[in-house]
């Protein structure tokens, strides 16, 4: 069983659709961070930074208890101990993880920045807006000139970039981005959507 503590957020939702793509038991704890509930003293011991998500998993390295944080490291970790989801050929896994990077550095913190400029700031910021609203269509043309004529993020096979990435992609309308200018994307994000695990991860919690 892996105790996953996350809330409804992209970065928790990789992790969720994950496990589902993975088939693997799974308890949820929702750490309401709304609320504040990642700055407990408890949940600190598990996630260092406070943040979500994080997971506890009781049959860990060598069968030992392992608790990590940083969605990132969790989906290299889950598609190391499972074998899925990371491709065997080194160049596809290094392409691969340089996808996963790329959201970790890129796409995942510069939306996050357009998220709270557009949706959370308490007060009106217009250059913000306007410097992330462009950082995030940079980021989008990127993305887009990725998948073309491919079918997910690596080519024809589903991989941890592609977990790691839509969850941010379906957040689009808090970034003020017209799918109908990134067709690829839209696609992509089309195929994704009909996945039933994809489905119920992003349901989670």
């Known amino acids: 069983m892996i105790d996953l503590y996350t809330w409804g957020t992209p970065n928790g939702r990789k992790i969720s659709i994950m496990l589902e793509a993975l088939r693997l038991p799974y308890q949820v704890h929702p750490v309401n ?34 608790s990590l944080a940083e969605s990132g490291a969790i989906l290299i970790y889950l598609a190391e101990k499972t074998g899925e989801f990371l491709p065997d050929d080194p160049t596809e896994r290094l392409t691969c993880l340089q996808w996963v990077m790329w959201q970790m550095g890129n796409f995942g913190p510069m939306l996050g920045q357009a998220h709270h400029f557009n949706r959370f700031a308490k007060e009106d910021v217009p250059y913000a807006k306007q410097r992330y609203q462009e950082v ?28 790691a990435i839509y969850p941010w992609a379906m957040r689009y309308e808090w970034q003020a981005i017209e799918l109908d200018e990134f067709p690829h994307v839209r696609d992509w994000m089309q195929r994704m959507g009909h996945i039933e695990f994809v489905q119920h991860g992003m349901q989670v919690p």
Request: charged share 25%; hydrophobic share 35%.
């Open 33 to 66: 961070i709304m609320e504040g509930d990642q700055f407990s003293p408890e949940f600190q011991t598990i996630s260092p930074n406070n943040q979500i998500p994080a997971i506890i998993d009781e049959e860990g390295i060598n069968g030992e208890p392992i």
């Open 136 to 163: 995030a269509k940079r980021l989008w043309n990127t993305l887009n000139r990725q998948l073309d004529g491919r079918d997910f993020i690596v080519g024809d096979d589903l991989t941890i970039a592609d977990f």
